[in-house]
């Protein structure tokens, strides 16, 4: 299955920022032919997975319950790379991020959903 390689994480002091990304890894970029939407979930231990953020092929964007608007989400349709930017950050942004893609590869036969395997982001007051 397409594996997705995720970026960008880390130990930060609130009021910091981030910058997380997401790709197809390498060995799986030349057979994607087109990539749907794209999202971030994040995770905390004890609670369920929470989106972030959507963003479909027209940069239609969606903030889900764990958003915040400090956090912005972006993608380079060309590279098939999702991003987001996080400011000002804050403790209760502390969990795993996950990225998803919809997306099709070359013959295949149905939209398949890719979760990468998450970067763990720490806020530390």
């Known amino acids: 299955q397409v594996q997705l390689v995720e970026s960008g994480g880390g130990l930060v002091h609130e009021g910091e920022s981030l910058r997380l990304s997401c790709e197809v890894s390498a060995e799986w970029s030349g057979i994607i032919r087109t990539v749907n939407d794209m999202a971030w979930y994040r995770q905390v231990p004890g609670r369920q997975r929470e989106l972030v953020a959507t963003i479909n092929t027209a940069d239609r964007v969606t903030y889900g319950r764990a958003a915040s608007d400090r956090f912005k989400i972006s993608r380079d349709n060309a590279r098939n790379a999702l991003f987001l930017e996080s400011s000002d950050l804050q403790a209760e942004d502390t969990g795993v991020y996950y990225c998803?893609?919809?997306?099709?590869?070359?013959?295949?036969?149905?939209?398949?959903?890719?979760w990468g395997p998450g970067t763990p982001v720490t806020v530390s007051g």
């Open positions: 998803f893609f919809e997306l099709w590869v070359v013959g295949g036969w149905t939209w398949e959903r890719v």
